[in-house]
């Protein structure tokens, strides 16, 4: 974006408000503050119970069909598990080859990928979510929000009887009005850009100039992101401004540095643990469950994972050990140790 299309959509944000035009006609549509959501969020709720003894399919159910019908399977959401862990390795090994052109589009080529498929999955999901009491209620609260949001240029409501609404109008503007919702991606650029910066800089958290439970949600997400900047541009380790400026790259920093910060907090952990022990330089842990083992495996460091898969290896090959001189690291600390000594002798 440039300036102007920054300005533009950051004016929009501080009002709280769209200049919206629909067959020719003028409307403002309001960000909905806290007392449209409460009244929306009661709406729904008398829906969920009106409706709950009509003909509506149950949650459940639909996932069976979809199931059966081969549109889901029941093993996506260990795929979508398996899909966001590859998102974050794809947005870290953008930002550890982001100076090399070639390899950085590839990665970048795969995420892409990968998030396509996680979009396919997340849809065929909810694909019948309009046959649930939920889905249903869900989607005219969403269409209550936005007939109580839409207003003349005189200052009246366009919709001022919701019961007496012509919903083939609402749901026309209700789709219309998905395409001037501001992205992740024009926040993210607002946030750490011009004209918003300075406005930051002086008043921080309250350049709106209200709490946070009464800002809309793009405010707080501007304000979510204006942080996120301040902090990588506070960090020792400052990453450049074209990696700040690159929104997978500098996701992939972030990322890099939370696991950097998790495997020093296991590293204290586990010292603790032999602080206990002054002598051992292992601690086995008994394990109640399949959570506490990953819970216990989660504290080893990277060479100690492959010290363990080492000497798994071993034991699976030999059946039984007789020595720990058997194991490769093991050996490699009997060598050192030799070394050591060899050396101390020569001096």
């Keep these: 974006m440039n300036f102007q299309e920054r300005a533009s959509l ?69 795929v979508l598990e398996t899909l966001n862990k ?4 794809c947005k870290i090994d953008i930002y550890k080859s982001f100076f090399s052109t070639k390899q950085c589009q590839q990665y970048r080529t795969e995420l ?18 309009y046959l649930t009491v939920e889905g ?14 839409l207003y003349n240029l005189d200052g009246t409501l366009v919709f001022d009887n919701f019961n007496d609404i ?19 991606s024009q926040l993210r650029e607002i946030a750490r850009t011009d004209p918003w910066i300075p406005c930051w800089r002086v008043s921080k958290v309250d350049a709106f100039g209200k709490s946070g439970v009464y800002l809309s ?4 997400y501007l304000i979510m ?16 401004q074209d990696i700040i400026n690159d929104d997978d790259a500098l996701d992939g920093w972030f990322i890099s540095e939370r696991r950097k910060r998790e495997d020093d ?43 363990k898969v080492q000497r798994q290896q071993v034991i699976q090959k030999l059946g039984t050990v007789d020595s720990d001189l058997r194991f490769p690291d093991k050996q490699l600390e009997a060598r050192q140790q030799a070394y050591e000594t060899q050396k101390g002798l020569m001096k």
């Design 166 to 184: 012509n919903f083939s109008l609402l749901q026309l503007i209700y789709s219309d009005l998905q395409n001037y919702m501001i992205t992740i």
């Design 10 to 78: 950051l004016y929009r944000i501080v009002e709280g408000k769209l200049n919206y035009k629909l067959c020719g006609k003028q409307y403002i549509v309001y960000s909905p503050d806290v007392k449209l959501l409460f009244d929306a969020q009661t709406y729904y709720e008398q829906l969920i119970d009106e409706y709950a003894f009509d003909d509506f399919i149950p949650i459940d159910v639909c996932k069976r069909i979809l199931i059966y019908n081969g549109i889901c399977r029941d093993t996506d959401e260990e």
């Design 225 to 240: 992101y204006s942080q996120m900047y301040d902090n990588a541009y506070e960090h020792p380790d400052t990453p450049c």
């Design 265 to 307: 907090r296991k590293d204290s952990q586990a010292q603790n643990m032999l602080n206990i022990h002054p002598n051992a330089t292992e601690v086995f842990i008994p394990a109640q469950s399949v959570e506490d083992v990953e819970r216990i495996n989660s504290m080893n460091s990277i060479q100690s994972r492959i010290v």
């Design 217 to 220: 949600s793009d405010q707080r």
């Design 112 to 129: 892409r990928s990968i998030e396509d498929r996680i979009t396919i999955i997340e849809e065929a999901q909810h694909s019948l979510d």
């Design 86 to 89: 590859q998102v974050e390795e």
């Design 136 to 149: 249903i209620c869900k989607f005219i609260q969403q269409q209550y929000i936005v007939a109580r949001s």
